[in-house]
């Protein structure tokens, strides 16, 4: 089907408010820039419906991407819309991730009401988050931390804080500034100090293979910077057991025209035991060079004895 001759192509995505604004940015760069005429189909995955448990104990992240494959399968969206950190390492046969929009902040953000930094928080306080990178990476910064589950949406988690149920919670600082939230950081944690996950704050386009006309027109989106570093953190991933949910940080960043790869791998049921951490820069130019660096950077883990901290599923 050409896209170009359809009178309209349909976004899926989640219908929280992050969701629907990452599908409203994609769906005004796709009027504006390839003069296609968009609409949006908002759909509740099982990841949305599950609150009361944490991803790892029920599927993990992909579970936020399944309805939307599903209706790409079935012909009633062409295109689905992903926070990439959400999107598997290995996708379905059929699917493919066409374009990769120029990342957002990647850090993590503090947001508290009462204290302004990580440090000020009190011997003891309570802290949510149900990423299981960022406890293990809260543990090595705060080993006396109480570390709760926050699940929900980020209006959800906010409002959960603001009720008084946390001393502070931990969220995406790019959600938080892409829902006009930027105001309730109170400190951004560096990409040393916690390292963010693959993906972190970029946009993944999806679409099915066969589309191929809907696939060359949005490839023009993708930025490259962007895509070549997101390759690499997924590499690492994907090395160390793909969607299986693991305490991993992998971050790509661009330092004098070389590739910064930073790792970090925690234990998810002994969060106190020490992170293994890698740190590797290499000139990237090509997709296979990003890969191979993302798998550098995972024989490197193993070599520190990732085996001991992966579930024996991965």
């Known amino acids: 089907m050409n896209a170009s001759k359809q009178s309209t192509v349909v976004i899926a995505t989640r219908e929280s408010r992050l969701a629907l604004w990452q599908a ?26 599950i609150l009361d448990r944490s991803l790892s104990k ?21 295109l689905a819309v992903h926070s990439l950190k959400d999107v598997p390492m290995e996708l379905p046969d059929g699917f493919e991730l066409a374009a990769i929009l120029e990342r957002e902040d990647p850090r993590d953000a503090l ?33 006396d931390l109480r570390i709760e ?3 929900g949406n980020l209006d959800t988690r906010m409002r959960k804080l603001d009720d008084g149920g946390y001393d502070a919670i931990v969220l995406a600082a790019a959600g938080l500034k892409r829902l006009g939230a930027g105001e309730r950081i109170r400190a951004c944690f560096t990409v040393d ?13 999806e679409v099915r293979a066969d589309d191929l006309e809907l696939k060359r027109l949005i490839q023009s989106l993708t930025h490259r910077p962007t895509w070549l570093a997101t390759l690499a953190e997924r590499a690492v991933s994907r090395a160390l057991g793909g969607s299986c949910s693991v305490p991993l940080a992998a971050h790509g960043r661009w330092v004098d025209g070389a590739l910064l790869m930073t790792t970090a791998l925690g234990h998810a049921e002994q969060t106190e035991r020490p992170l293994l951490r ?22 490197a883990l193993r070599e520190q004895g990732a085996a001991d901290y992966l579930p024996q599923a991965c």
């Open 111 to 143: 947001v508290s009401n009462r204290y302004a930094t990580l440090a000020e928080l009190p011997l003891g306080a309570l802290v949510g988050t149900s990423s299981l990178r960022r406890v293990v990476q809260l543990k090595a910064l705060r080993p």
């Open 193 to 205: 100090e916690m390292i963010p996950c693959a993906g972190q704050g970029a946009l993944g386009l």
């Open 58 to 78: 029920v599927g993990g992240k992909g579970l936020f991407v399944k309805e939307l494959e599903t209706a790409l399968e079935e012909g009633r969206a062409r």
């Open 24 to 49: 409203e940015h994609v769906k005004s760069r796709l009027e504006t820039e390839l003069a296609l005429s968009v609409s949006l189909l908002g759909m509740t995955t099982r990841g949305d419906q």
């Open 278 to 299: 890698t740190l590797h820069q290499e000139p990237v130019q090509t997709e296979a060079q990003a890969e191979a660096l993302g798998q550098r950077a995972a024989q």
């Open 149 to 151: 589950p926050l699940r």
